[in-house]
């Protein structure tokens, strides 16, 4: 039963010292905290104190981004964001927390909050707003989360501070090092694991306050009746693309007639304040120019979650055709070729990718796994080692590590790897392969 053998890991792995200090920082703040609801000024259980909070969010956050494949390289558009989203913030009931704003390059429809400030919202959302009042619409909803602490209310409730107290946790729940999952596990996890959990009541709350911060902004609340309408008419011209928005921010016809009937009613002064389309507009032009291709690239990436990885391949090549030098392009393309096996060819993809924007990391973990799968070890450990020095904390890839030199014959650099991989997973087939390595090494002890 590999439930079994995963405890048996667990409790082998673990040095006595590790579990205290896994207790100490669990047991500090996971059932015990209380803290004062900032909105509210009501004291309320939460599963984490304000350190917490910014420790959660500093060791996720750049592993999320990093999935979305990093902040946009248009310099213009993240200052732009980063503005109207401090102006927000400044209005907040959190003014102090370490707020920071990007646009990142992720083709699907979202928009997230880390507990600690880090807010991220994606290409294919920002290519279809119309003004900075929708755009103020969106970040006020994502800071009214982090006001009101949502997360570290669900926390009280989830296990959403477990992942933080085990680190890059949100890829602990890839268990299965096959390749289909290999190709997929960067893509799509995160804020979905991570996020997903606030309720209904916590939305409802975020469009109260994000109403709130975007008025005292100066922004017309128009903007957050626009941004309903266009999630509302995004879900019924395409409900696939959006799983993960509605995922993590269930979308509803009542919350566009709340906004609606807020901005009648309760802002029905400030309707009279600018919607700033124009100012819009000029700012995301350089994202705009780039919308036929995140369009070919949306089509690409919803044949790749069917499976169907020819026609996807099809879409993602005319999308790199239109933009040769997008690092997204050419990523999902490179995807597409490494599902299909077709390892030469994807390789070459991600190397692109590593030369467009040589800061992210995710390139470098496609580029190993491609070249682990033709069989070139050292070049696969030098790869995955580019992506840990660019972003510690995945254990996947220092399970990858693992398997490169564990390839190369060198059983005590591959076993020092999988020894450091099952301090932060114990389940799944990755744990299992390195517990059975390191004890028919003679690194554990046979009871
Ligand atoms: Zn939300």
Redesign the pocket.
């Known amino acids: 039963m590999p439930h079994e053998l995963g405890d048996r890991v667990f409790r082998r792995s673990m040095t006595r010292r590790d579990f205290l200090w896994l207790m100490s920082v669990a047991g500090g703040g996971l059932l015990h905290g209380c803290a004062t609801d900032p909105v509210t000024g009501k004291t309320v259980l939460v599963g984490m104190s304000e350190a917490q909070e910014i420790q959660l969010d500093r060791s996720n956050s750049p592993h999320q981004f990093s999935a979305d494949y990093g902040a946009v390289q248009e310099a213009p558009v993240n200052d732009y964001l980063s503005g109207v989203g401090e102006s927000l913030a400044a209005n907040s009931h959190r003014p102090q927390m370490p707020y920071s704003f990007r646009a990142v390059n992720a083709n699907h429809v979202n928009a997230y909050a880390f507990p600690g400030g880090s807010i991220g919202v994606t290409r294919g959302i920002l290519v279809d707003l119309e003004n900075e009042a929708e755009l103020a619409g969106l970040l006020g909803?994502?800071v009214g989360?982090v006001s009101a602490r949502h997360a570290a209310e669900q926390a009280g409730k989830t296990m959403i501070a477990q992942a933080a107290v085990m680190g890059g946790g949100i890829y602990a729940g890839s268990k299965d090092a096959g390749l289909g999952n290999l190709v997929t596990t960067l893509g799509s996890l995160g804020a979905g694991a991570l996020l997903a959990h606030?309720s209904r009541d916590?939305?409802r709350e975020?469009d109260r306050l994000g109403l709130e911060y975007m008025t005292r902004a100066g922004y017309n609340p128009e903007g957050m009746v626009g941004l309903m309408d266009v999630l509302r008419s995004q879900r019924q011209s395409d409900p696939n693309a959006l799983e993960l928005m509605f995922a993590?921010?269930p979308p509803s016809d009542e919350r566009y007639r709340y906004a609606q009937q807020a901005v009648a009613t309760r802002y029905i002064e400030d309707a009279r304040l600018p919607l700033q389309r124009e100012r819009f507009q000029d700012n995301m032009a350089a994202l705009r120019e780039l919308k036929p291709a995140i369009k070919k690239q949306q089509e690409g990436e919803q044949k790749m979650a069917r499976k169907q990885y020819r026609q996807a391949e099809g879409y993602l090549r005319e999308a790199v055709a239109l933009a040769p030098d997008d690092y997204t392009g050419n990523m999902l393309l490179g995807k597409a070729l490494l599902a299909q096996e077709r390892t030469v060819e994807a390789e070459r993809f991600f190397e692109k990718a590593k030369g467009i924007y040589p800061a992210e990391a995710q390139s470098h973990h496609f580029d190993g796994i491609s070249k682990l799968s033709r069989g070139r070890y050292a070049a696969a450990f030098r790869a995955f080692d580019g992506y840990e020095k660019r972003l510690p904390g995945n254990p996947n890839t220092v399970f990858l590590k693992g398997i490169a030199l564990e390839s190369m014959q060198d059983r005590s650099g591959a076993a020092a790897q999988y020894y450091r991989y099952l301090r932060s997973v114990n389940q799944g087939q990755a744990a299992q392969h390195a517990y059975q390595r390191l004890q028919a090494w003679g690194y554990l002890q046979q009871r």
């Open positions: 909803h994502e989360h606030y916590n939305e975020s993590t921010h």
